[in-house]
């Protein structure tokens, strides 16, 4: 059997878990498409089209924002959102870093194997 392997819970990667939790979500995932191609949007606009009710997109703004991936401001009676591409750019730079990780272990596998 083999042995379980263990990831260390460094606080470095309690960061991640938030912004990654909301991009697992197909509607929140959709919301930041249509920001990215639209730039700002209202709650009203954003639920435009959509199957989804405003108080949904409302609940699904407020994850994304807490990840830090998108910001809202007030105009008016309506909340305003538009995309924090510095949140993107975190998690981007969260999927290298393990990309690189998984890199390196596969060149240490194939290294012992063709050594052995």
Excluded: C
């Amino acid at each position: 059997m083999w042995p379980m392997a263990t990831v260390e819970m460094t606080p470095r990667w309690h960061a991640p878990a938030p912004v990654f939790a909301a991009l697992g979500d197909e509607t929140r995932l959709r919301l930041l498409a249509r920001l990215w191609e639209k730039g700002s949007l209202s709650i009203s606009e954003l639920a435009l089209g959509s199957l989804v009710t405003r108080q949904a997109i409302t609940k699904h703004l407020l994850v994304l924002s807490k990840a830090g991936l998108v910001k809202g401001t007030r105009s008016g009676r309506e909340s305003v959102w538009k995309l924090e591409r510095k949140g993107l750019h975190q998690a981007n730079r969260w999927l290298n870093q393990i990309s690189q990780q998984w890199d390196d272990r596969l060149e240490r596998l194939r290294s012992l194997v063709e050594d052995s």
